[in-house]
């Protein structure tokens, strides 16, 4: 078995808990992920299963579409409810002054993960530390922000569609636009809608995960890798990558680093990249089956 789920993680869940669901029913085949989805959000959650573990980085590197709902003039540990939230002073504010802060949370900026977060800090896990009480500091990192845009404001409580690159935290952006607009902001809800072409409304639901839905629903190794351009083999072509031998790199434009091999009925062969030393395409990940 080998491919892509497209999961809906309800809300509750750890992103480990449904690998787990599935790999007990696909025992020994290993499954992973691309990319966690915290227990208090639901949507999108990609798996990988057999060999196409190896894509997880292609996945992860796909931009990933949000829904969430923001309440200003509260506080939280967590930005979010998992840790009791708390009112601070907040002002009436509108439709404009919100979009007016908009802009400088979007291209490229710099963002500091949240204490409560699953980013690694000597070692450790840091909302592990924040929960022991110890003080944490992350260090900050650059994500990009393709849209941020408010989708409705009632009182308090606005939402908002996000879409951004791999390595954002909503949370961050929850905390740092109502610091922006002079207050605070936790994130009571979060639902991930897309991570590039895998879509929720195309998405399983997790209650619904069987071997017969998991065989239905597996999606091809070649859907992980979108953006990249592809080359059709040759069946001799594929013999030689089978083999672990380069192609020329007269195939394919040199322009670019990977390429997508496939053969002529679309699937996968292997992943090349380009050695211009050599002046050759070799393989780097490889997905068929050895011919003699």
Known sequence: MLGLLNINKPVGVTSRDVVNRVQRLIRPI??????????NANGVLILCLGSATRLISYVQQQPKTYRATFRFGWKSDSIDLETEPEQVPCSVFSTERI?????????????V?????????????????????????????EVNIYRFELLNLEGETADFLIECSSGTYIR??????????????????LERTAIGDFTIQKSLAADDISIETISEKLMPPVTAVPHLSQVIVSSAQMNEIC??????????????????????????????????????????????????
């Open 172 to 189: 961050s952006l929850c905390r740092d636009l109502g610091e922006a607009l002079g207050t605070a902001a936790v994130m009571p809800t």
């Open 99 to 111: 979009e007016a802060a908009l802009p400088q949370f979007r291209g490229k900026i710099s963002q």
């Open 30 to 39: 290993k499954v992973g992920h691309a990319g966690t989805l915290d227990p």
């Open 243 to 292: 083999h672990g031998r380069s192609l020329p790199e007269t195939i394919s434009p040199t322009d670019i680093k990977e390429i997508a091999a496939i053969d002529d009925q679309g699937n996968l062969i292997a992943i090349l990249e380009h050695r211009p030393d050599k002046q050759v395409w070799k393989p780097k990940l490889v997905f068929a089956q050895t011919k003699s």
């Open 113 to 141: 993960p949240p204490a409560h977060s699953a980013v690694h800090i000597d070692g450790k896990r840091a909302y592990q530390l924040a929960r022991q009480g110890e003080e944490v500091e992350i260090p900050a990192r």
